[in-house]
């Protein structure tokens, strides 16, 4: 029963001082001891040898030279000779990293600094201004040719535009549909 005053208690109660909390795996837990003592280093493994595929042209070739034409016989031929593919030297198969040469460097070559001493004289800036002082002038002078071709000419109206090139009259068909002729 709860004691007069407190609320009643409602947990677990706890295991005692010889649990231990975690996953005991029987035989490699040494405990701390075993931990720190010494490294547990990878074993290399054998190669293991891969069973290269069927060849399935060969095989083929082989089973219409002997006359089979269903492929209930092409199977049985399969089982009787299984011919598999040879592991030469450019096969797919083949394991191990590609030969790469010692000074190879990956990725992207990293692009040459900035001379400091350009960035000091302000070489970057002098040559920013002096494009675009060339393209002001280049924006005058066009300017220049715009105005002395403008001035002695009049404006092209399309009020002057049809006084030079008239557009063409209208031709008027004879022909009339019969039943809208006036008799």
């Not at 008239?166 to 008799?183: G, I, T, Y």
Request: contains cysteine; proline residues 8%.
């Amino acid at each position: 029963q709860a004691e007069l005053g407190k609320p009643r208690r409602c947990g677990y109660a706890l295991p005692g001082y010889d649990f231990s909390y975690g996953l005991y795996i029987h035989g490699t837990d040494g405990g701390v001891p075993e931990a720190i003592g010494h490294w547990h280093a990878m074993k290399p493994r054998p190669a293991l040898q891969r069973k290269m595929p069927r060849d399935y042209i060969t095989m083929n070739c082989g089973a219409l030279r002997a006359g089979y034409a269903t492929a209930h016989e092409f199977n049985l031929f399969y089982k009787a000779k299984d011919i598999r593919q040879k592991a030469d030297e450019e096969s797919r198969f083949k394991r191990g990293p590609p030969k790469v040469p010692a000074d190879m460097t990956y990725g992207i070559v990293s692009r040459a600094p900035t001379p400091f001493f350009d960035l000091l004289q302000h070489k970057y800036k002098e040559l920013w201004m002096e494009q675009q002082r060339a393209t002001t002038v280049i924006q005058r002078e066009e300017k220049k040719k715009v105005t002395t071709q403008s001035k002695g000419k009049a404006y092209e109206t399309r009020t002057t535009l049809l006084r030079k090139h008239p557009l063409p009259a209208k031709e008027e068909s004879f022909w009339h549909l019969p039943h809208l002729d006036k008799v």
